[in-house]
C-alpha cells in the first residue's frame, strides 16, 4: 500500500471511496467544498494495485479564543469498505498528522469515535477546556497537540471552517 498526496487525478475515485464508506454522499461533498475553499488542505490517498482505497482529509480550524495558534481539524477519513479492518485508516491517519507536524501545525482536532482515534494520542478535548462550535458529546471531540504543551492555556471554542455548516451533525 502507498499512502501519497491526492492528486487532480484521483477525485473521482476518491469520491467513490468516500460515498462507499458512509451512508450518504455528504462527507464527500464535504471533501469537494474544502478542497475548493479551505487552504491548507492536505488531502492524502491510500492506494492498493493502482486504486484508490483510502482517504484522509486534514483542514484548518480556529480556536477563536486564540486565532494565533496553528491547527487542523482532521475530517474525513474514508476507507473502501471492502478493505476496512486492514490497517489503511490507521496508516491514513499517522501520515497526516505526521505531515501536519512537518507543515508546523501544533495540534489537531477531531470529531470521531472515542474508541479509535486515542490509539493515536488523541485526548477529550474537554482536558484542555476546549469544546467543538456543534453540539456533539464530549467524548467525541478530541484534539492531539503535535508540539507539546501547545494547548496549554489555550481553552475555548473550535470553529470549523465555513464549508461544514452544511454538513455538521
Known sequence: MLIRAEEERDQAAVHAVITAAFETP???????????????VISLVAEEDQAIVGHILFSPVLLAEHPDLSIMGLAPV?????????????ALVRAGLEQCKQLGFGAVAVLG????????????????GIRCEYKVPAE??????????????????????SAFSSFAP
Do not use: T
Open 113 to 128: 469515535h472515542p474508541g479509535y482515534y486515542p490509539r493515536f494520542g488523541f485526548v477529550p478535548s474537554s482536558s484542555f
Open 26 to 40: 455528504a462527507e464527500a461533498n464535504l471533501v469537494a467544498a474544502l478542497r475548493q475553499q479551505a487552504q491548507p
Open 140 to 161: 467525541v471531540f478530541m484534539v492531539m497537540e503535535l508540539q507539546p504543551g501547545y494547548l496549554c492555556d489555550a481553552s475555548g471554542v473550535i470553529k470549523y471552517h
Open 78 to 90: 474514508a476507507v473502501a469498505p471492502n478493505r476496512q479492518r486492514k490497517g489503511i485508516g490507521s
